[in-house]
């Protein structure tokens, strides 16, 4: 039986570790000086060389030889398969047995996040205070997850991801011991796959191997269930432009050829994160909202029609548009300019046989007063009015606001429509709600005090907040305030109406 890629290119000395010098540099000269602590913690993401540095460091604190043979003083352990306190109990019965043949007795537990509370507390006193003849190294994905009593009584080390050039460095290294004929940008997408897992991307160049004589770019990609990136061109292409029946037919076409919508999506949204960094989108707000939304495609019970529906709802709202899908924009008004012809002019004091402008508004003429002549000759002059006195101004109109009633009844209505979607019972309030809106404050008006109360609470004012800032572009203020109670009717006079029916008894 032949041996796998990752286990015959496994380091081992610390020499050989690649991407992780900051740990095997320091390890390296503690083993040197004598300082051999009682435990240690390896923690990082998987297949950076966890295990494997410990195995190195375990072989060196013994000052043995690394070979793939088990040695008798060193013994590994899986916390996920031996996580109960009964494994601890017997592993505390064990420690206190000296070495067979080495200086230390090791103990590497893998995965130890995995063990239980009860398994941990019992083990807390032994990696406390081992026997002099044992060490103790833990490695975990999780560190997270290790309770603080842990993590106290070790010396942490964090392993980091790999760069990529590095890990296509190391690539290139076994593919040429192995004589394996792989082009430059299929090992590069070899390493991307790996993210930086040293294991991951050996494993993939392993099975790689055995699909062609020379491995291409397409090879990969067929192997890790890829779109041809002229696919998710096109795709692109047709978000961008709008085109809904690209949309349709390149996702059909993809379909088609067996490519996942998961795959897609990912691919996808990485085109499009891409050209974020780069700068290269034209509107990188709405090309992050659309990667937000791929997201939940993977996740999604029906992945394929959730992929649809997101990709056409940017259509229906252009990426341009900084409006969520399914809503009718509402631009943010602005007090509109005036035109020439619309401002008012300044005006010199009157000449008699100048008429009065027309635009000027009247007047109810009091009782008494001489009617306003319809001929064009001006009024003579009271009294009161002075006649070389400047003229008020023709144009003392109320400055125009920023919204009008059509426009808050439009936005709110819009909001409602959102809020439906997620809070259906503060929905069911809302409605009742009559709004106002002058452009940086949006005024609810409640009938009743319970339905003002129960919106003006700040987690549903920051809800109603951050929809309509989504909807109008802008932050706007949420204001909640009980329409003023009706003024009561006046009483009729009884005495009067008793009168009119001469004097008739009347029941109140």
């Not at 999506?265 to 707000?285: D, E, I, K, N, T």
Request: charged share 20%; glycine share 6%.
């Amino acid at each position: 039986m032949g041996q796998a890629l990752y286990r015959k290119y496994r380091t081992k000395t610390f020499t050989e570790t690649v991407g992780q010098e900051h740990v095997t540099k320091t390890l390296e000269n503690a083993v040197k000086h004598g300082k051999i602590s009682h435990a240690y913690l390896f923690s990082g993401p998987r297949g950076v060389g966890k295990t494997s540095i410990a195995r190195i460091l375990a072989h060196e604190i013994n000052g043995l030889p690394y070979d793939d043979e088990a040695h008798l003083d060193i013994i590994e352990i899986d916390a996920a398969s031996n996580r109960r306190i009964d494994e601890i109990r017997d592993l505390r019965e064990r420690v206190n047995t000296a070495p067979s043949a080495a200086k230390y007795k090791v103990y590497i537990i893998d995965e130890v996040h995995m063990l239980t509370k009860e398994a941990f507390n019992a083990l807390l006193k032994t990696l406390e205070e081992p026997p002099a003849h044992v060490v103790f190294i833990l490695a975990t994905t999780e560190a997270h997850k290790l309770p603080e009593t842990i993590l106290s009584r070790t010396q942490r080390y964090t392993l980091r991801p790999v760069p990529l050039d590095r890990v296509v460095e190391h690539l290139r290294t076994i593919a040429d011991g192995e004589k394996i004929a792989i082009d430059d940008d299929a090992l590069e997408l070899v390493a991307q796959h790996g993210e930086g897992s040293f294991r991951d991307s050996i494993s993939l160049l392993d099975q790689a191997s055995s699909v062609s004589a020379h491995v291409t770019r397409t090879d990969i990609e067929r192997i890790l269930g890829l779109a041809p990136d002229e696919y998710i061109g096109r795709l692109d292409t047709a978000v961008q432009s709008g085109d809904s029946s690209a949309i349709v037919t390149t996702l059909a076409d993809l379909y088609a050829q067996g490519f996942e919508p998961a795959m897609i999506a990912g691919q996808l949204g990485a085109r499009l994160r891409a050209g974020v960094l780069a700068g290269q989108s034209a509107h990188p707000q709405a090309a992050l909202r659309l990667l937000e939304r791929l997201l939940d495609v993977p996740a999604a019970r029906n992945s394929r029609q959730l992929l649809e529906i997101v990709l056409l709802q940017s259509v229906i709202t252009p990426l341009q548009s900084p409006m969520p899908a399914s809503t009718t924009p509402v631009q943010p008004q602005t007090p509109p300019t005036a035109s020439a012809s619309q401002l008012p002019t300044p005006q010199a004091a009157p000449a008699p046989q100048v008429p009065a402008p027309t635009t000027e508004v009247p007047t109810s003429p009091s009782p008494g007063s001489p009617a306003v002549q319809p001929s064009g000759d001006p009024a003579p002059a009271t009294d009161s009015e002075e006649p070389d006195a400047p003229a008020a101004p023709a144009a003392a109109t109320p400055a125009p606001t920023v919204s009008t009633d059509v426009d808050a009844t439009e936005l709110w209505h819009q909001a409602l429509e959102a809020i439906k979607k997620q809070y259906n019972t503060l929905y069911g309030i809302a409605r009742m709600a009559h709004p106002t809106f002058d452009g940086a404050t949006l005024t609810l008006e409640f009938k009743f005090a319970f339905h003002q109360k129960r919106v003006s609470e700040a987690k549903n004012r920051k809800i109603f907040g951050d929809i309509v800032e989504k909807l109008y572009g802008k932050p706007v203020q949420i204001v909640c305030v009980t329409a003023p109670a009706a003024e009561p009717q006046p009483k009729p006079d009884v005495g009067t109406i008793a009168g009119i029916f001469g004097g008739a008894e009347l029941l109140e």
